[in-house]
């Protein structure tokens, strides 16, 4: 009996979790810490992305902004793709490359976390992204998946092990709510 498309596909991300267990777990914790860090001392988190990386984006600003599972203090975060007048201005205008540079340029500042969500690791406005904010001073974080980031750097990397585009996704939604827990854990004392 052949498995149905929806096991084969479970099993699947079941593959790539396992792997990411090993080879991320650390990263998130540290990543985890250099956030709770910058938003302590006053920085605040600007978070970007194309297509469903924009959506991982806003999900993670939502649970910043609002709650994750405890109530607590808003916590300042900002999603980049989230306004469609200015997204649309500087698309126009500048072009898409320009995106989430010319707003980083706009809103970053020295002790910000800039987190850029990209699974094929070649989005252009995105790697800009991360280069305007680490010109400007702040952490550089970087959700991707196996292939790494193209032509671009960023000062922690979260590098999903698979070339999927719906496992890498699946494994950023887990990865920012796993910050989330322990970010939440530190501002719920």
């Given at each position: ?25 650390g ?25 469903g ?78 280069a305007?904010a ?56």
């Amino acid at each position: 009996m052949t498995e149905s498309l929806t096991a084969t596909h479970f099993r699947a991300h079941q593959q790539v979790v396992e792997a990411a267990l090993g080879e991320l777990s650390g990263r998130v914790e540290e990543v985890a810490r250099v956030m709770v860090s910058a938003l302590r001392s006053g920085g605040k988190v600007l978070a970007f992305g194309n297509g469903g990386s924009a959506t991982q984006a806003s999900h993670l600003v939502g649970e910043l902004v609002g709650r994750f599972s405890n109530d607590r203090a808003p916590l300042p975060a900002i999603a980049l793709a989230s306004d469609p007048g200015t997204v649309t201005c500087i698309a126009n205008d500048f072009g898409f490359a320009n995106l989430f540079e010319r707003q980083v340029q706009a809103l970053a500042q020295s002790g910000d976390i800039a987190i850029g969500f990209t699974a094929s690791g070649r989005s252009e406005n995105v790697v800009r992204g991360l280069a305007a904010a680490k010109a400007r001073g702040a952490t550089t974080i970087v959700l991707m998946g196996a292939a790494g980031l193209v032509n671009g750097s960023a000062d922690y990397l979260l590098a999903v092990p698979s070339a999927s585009t719906a496992h890498v996704q699946e494994l950023h939604l887990m990865i920012l709510h796993a910050l989330c827990i322990h970010i939440e854990r530190e501002f719920t004392k």
